[in-house]
């Protein structure tokens, strides 16, 4: 497996203006990555985003480092004013921009699901049909330019491992599969080794992931921390300093041969450089 890096793990040094995300092409050179995951495109300098997506993929290209994956938000269900074909749309042109990158793979969103405030609660399974329609006509697209397609287990809703696997069932396609996020399967209070062990033979991708975890029945332990669906508190961690079972997760993948690109997404209240550096030396230590 490599190792790579979502930009994304660099929030707050771009937030503040610390780095450009063009800088974390060459932050993640400088720590020893071989490859950079790209979470949207956030332009410093007034680029449009395909200029900026060209200007990604030349430092890439001038440092030797892979896009390993393009990742960006999307809605099946709400997305667009709730007008799938507009939605697709907007997605196939994110594709565009992921061709502009050179990567060979994206992941966008399914759904954050219907809500109270939107058009009354409706289950999974009730909306699962039009999540298939949505991931297969995108894929489709996104085939003809030599890009693979994923969802991730993320944003609540579609968010068990049970249920992305429904998904990826349904749209049966090759050129689709699951983004694997280990970590984010907490965040619908379910064992990671069981989610991770139902949907690793789908994997494309995966992201690693650790989370501080208390118990819901405790009291709220402040900032820094978010509730899961269920009520319990998560707080982004350093690899290995979490309860996730990162390297149980790792041999689970290992054992269906799996031998992509994992990424670490940091989200840790710790300074972001030495999260992920003290991250990269305990996950290359896992895979050896």
């Known amino acids: 497996m490599k190792i790579s890096v979502s930009s994304y793990s660099f929030s707050s040094l771009m937030k503040t203006g610390a780095l450009t995300q063009l800088g974390c092409v060459s932050k993640a050179k400088e720590m020893g990555f071989d490859a950079i995951e790209i979470e949207s ?14 200007k990604l993929r030349e430092e890439c290209e001038r440092l030797s480092l892979t896009v390993s994956n393009y990742t960006f938000g999307a809605d099946l269900l709400n997305g667009s004013e709730g007008n799938l074909d507009a ?26 699901g219907y809500t109270k405030e939107t058009r009354g609660y409706r289950g999974f399974d009730d909306v699962l049909p039009r999540l298939v329609e949505g991931c297969r006509r995108i894929t ?64 494309f991708y995966v992201h690693v992931k650790d989370f501080h975890v208390k118990s819901g029945m405790g ?14 508190y998560l707080r982004g961690a350093i690899i290995g300093h979490g309860d996730v079972p990162v390297a149980q997760c790792l041999s689970i993948l290992k054992n269906v041969g799996y031998n992509g690109y994992v990424s670490i997404e940091f989200e840790g209240l710790e300074d972001c450089e030495k999260g992920i550096a003290i991250g990269l030396a305990n996950l290359r230590r896992y895979l050896a």
């Open 87 to 112: 939605e697709i749309e907007r997605i196939k042109a994110q594709i565009d921009i992921a061709n502009l990158l050179g990567a060979k793979s994206v992941r966008h969103d399914a759904t954050i």
């Open 219 to 232: 009291p709220d332990p402040g900032e820094g921390f978010f509730k899961s669906r269920g009520g319990n």
């Open 41 to 54: 495109i956030h332009p410093h300098d007034g680029s449009s985003s395909p200029e900026y997506a060209k």
């Open 140 to 203: 489709e697209y996104a085939a003809s330019k030599g890009i693979r397609t994923m969802v991730e287990n993320h944003g609540f809703f579609c968010q068990d491992s049970e249920r992305v696997e429904k998904l990826v069932n349904g749209v049966a396609r090759d050129n689709f599969g699951l983004l694997c996020d280990m970590g984010n399967f907490l965040c619908a209070d379910e064992n990671p080794i069981d989610a991770v062990s139902r949907i690793a033979p789908y994997a």
